[in-house]
């Protein structure tokens, strides 16, 4: 067949923000993982809340006497805990997944925040696994009863991906913030990151860092970490936690289960983002909890914080060093701004209408301070149904700037759905695509999101950015998959979607040629209409009707939001129901609980099951 590319017409400029990607800590995407420090629970902070089974000492082994002490003596009121020893003791720190992982000949940077009433020595070695030593030791002399940071430096004598780390003390001692970095970290780095995934990232060439969540900053309580609020653990994502000396910092519950420790915060972020050339796009929560957490708060001070905590982000990433959240920045090394344009409240909001009120506060609050920020929307959990519509209605009626967008889906709703912005208004908000990904990681999954893609840059007036998601995932610590880079303790490889995602931001064009194709041009099978429940629908009793494939995937989900019911064939029986080449089969029977009808679905290379459930 034959493309016909028009050269002369004005067709819509693509940004090269147009792709990009989105950081979460999920999958142990941050500790553990990008980030690259290599002793886990470092500050003896890890609790109950953060995951069952969790304590003071996790990751660690003690031989001799440690307490994990939280009194006076501390070295920070947000770093509470701190090992008290007793005597000569050993301690042994088993990183994360096998263990550390450390390279022959390369140097590791070690430091410690240590006090000792009576003059002790600490004795610090990387081993195996069975404890024979990877190093020479570091000893460093303890003294003086106030906290003081002690450093060294180990060199690996071979490759190993199970290391240990051991501080041995010769007397009594108070030890905080222990904490082992590889030299060699991306771009060299004090606090930095693990280099062949920091690498794999910047390969990518983004356009744009989503960060710090998803989930993780819509969920748990709004308060932040201080005495006011009792110090609470499983808190939303709060900027104002991260930044400032990381043994000032506060760990936290991690949404996805388990403890992360703000290592990585938002200095970091913002850094990486200016070091691969992406602009920085915080998400703030917007109190109203989501990711079914579905609670708005109606504390009127702590909303106002928030919108403050906002203004004042704004500050801290671009104000000058001599402004109060300018010098915050300043003091940790970047005095020049970070350029920060744009900014997104809120995260798959489940309660529309206690969003909208909340995401209209922020944005005129940051509209008056600084009307030149892009201020990003959003619309709701996934892609269909009412809160959806109604988010995107509210939106296009007040004319946001953009309005964030998320759905995981199947390949073959990727091929059939390529026409999806074709039909958005031109005039409408802009659309953020901040969550998509095709529900494997297969190569025929990669290939649907690169064809999708094609629609999303036809669009490019209307779509203005898009970022696969998740990007990280640790094999050993998977909340959540597909993913787009994978990784161990110390090998990383990309997805076929982290091919096509690579191809697509190192190759973004100027700007949309209209084409023609003639000829013989391969369709996608078309699903005519949709899979509906025509009488039931209206009593808005059925949702989430499920097409599925024999090995589980899904081709076709609907929630009923849409009305696209009409034109159905259907099916009378409660249960699941085979359909093989238009032909129905009832397979198993159910009770009240669901309900099928079903309609000819012009693809027939797979035999499939319609189920309905009912929900109310
Ligand atoms: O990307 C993983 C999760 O998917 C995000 O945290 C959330 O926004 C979405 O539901």
């Not at 932040?224 to 910092?249: H, I, L």
């Not at 090995?551 to 034109?567: E, N, Q, R, S």
Request: proline share 4%; net charge negative.
């Amino acid at each position: 067949y034959t493309i016909t590319v028009n050269p002369d017409a004005t067709g819509a400029a693509i940004p090269k923000s147009m792709y990009g990607v989105f950081f979460e800590d999920i999958n142990y995407a941050a500790d553990g993982g990008l980030y690259a420090e290599l002793v886990r629970n470092r500050s003896f902070e890890f609790n109950t809340t953060d995951a069952s089974g969790y304590n003071g000492l996790t990751a660690w082994t003690v031989t001799g006497s440690a307490v994990v002490t939280n009194d006076d003596q501390r070295i920070n009121d947000r770093n509470r805990n701190y090992l008290s020893v007793t005597g000569a003791t050993g301690l042994t720190n088993a990183g994360y997944n096998t263990g550390l992982a450390v390279k022959k000949s390369d140097k590791y940077d070690f430091s410690v925040w240590a006090r000792a009433g009576a003059a002790t020595s600490l004795e610090v070695t990387l081993l195996t696994a069975t404890g024979t030593a990877l190093s020479a030791p570091l000893t460093l002399a303890v003294s003086g009863d106030t906290w003081k940071k002690y450093t060294g430096t180990l060199r690996a004598t071979a490759t190993s991906d199970v290391a240990r780390l051991s501080v041995k003390t010769s007397g009594s001692a108070k030890l905080d913030e222990v904490s082992l970095f590889p030299r060699d970290t991306y771009k060299g780095r004090a606090n930095g990151l693990r280099k062949d995934l920091a690498e794999k990232v910047e390969q990518l060439d983004p356009g744009f860092v989503r960060f710090p969540g998803g989930c993780l900053v819509n969920t748990g309580s709004m308060y932040s970490y201080d005495a006011a609020n009792n110090y609470p653990r499983a808190r939303s994502y709060q900027w104002k936690d991260t930044v400032g000396p990381v043994e000032t910092r506060a760990t936290n519950k991690n949404f996805w289960g388990y403890n992360q420790t703000y290592g990585l915060g938002y200095y970091e972020y913002f850094q990486f983002s200016e070091d691969i050339g992406a602009m920085p796009l915080p998400v703030v929560p917007a109190l109203v909890t989501g990711c079914g957490q579905n609670r708005a708060t109606v504390d009127e001070a702590l909303l106002q914080r928030h919108i403050q905590d906002a203004l004042d982000l704004i500050e801290y990433a671009n104000g000058p060093a001599t402004s109060t959240w300018g010098k915050v920045r300043a003091d940790a090394g970047h005095p020049k701004p970070f350029g920060l344009t744009t900014i997104a409240v809120g995260n798959e909001e489940n309660l529309p209408n206690e969003y909208w009120a909340n995401f209209l506060r922020f944005e005129s609050a940051i509209k008056a301070k600084y009307p030149d920020i892009v201020v990003v929307s959003n619309s709701g959990p996934d892609d269909q149904g009412s809160t959806f519509e109604n988010l995107w209605a509210k939106n296009r009626e007040h004319g946001s700037d953009m309005v964030d967008e998320h759905y995981y889906n199947s390949p073959a709703w990727f091929l059939q759905n390529n026409r999806r912005y074709d039909a958005y208004d031109r005039n409408g908000p802009k659309v953020f695509l901040g969550e998509y990904a095709s529900l494997d990681n297969k190569l025929y999954n990669s290939l649907a999101e690169a064809a999708y893609m094609t629609g999303l840059e036809r669009n490019a007036d209307v779509v203005k950015m898009a970022s696969y998601a998740p990007l990280l995932a640790n094999i050993d610590n998977v909340q959540w998959k597909p993913d787009m880079i994978w990784f161990d303790n110390d090998e990383s490889w990309g997805s076929t979607s982290y091919q096509v995602q690579k191809l697509f931001m190192n190759n973004v064009g100027d700007k949309v040629l209209p084409s023609v194709a003639t000829g013989a041009v391969a369709q996608p099978k078309p699903i005519t209409g949709a899979i509906g429940l025509s009488t039931w629908r209206t009593a808005a009793v059925y949702d989430d009707v499920k097409v599925t494939r024999p090995d589980g995937t899904v081709l076709y989900a609907d929630d009923f939001g849409d009305g696209d019911a009409a034109g159905w064939t259907s099916v009378t029986g409660r249960g699941n129901w085979a359909v093989t080449n238009g032909a129905y089969t009832q397979t198993t029977t159910d009770t009240e609980d669901t309900m099928v009808k079903a309609a000819t679905i012009n693809e027939t290379d797979y035999d499939y099951t319609l189920k309905a459930t009912k929900t109310a």
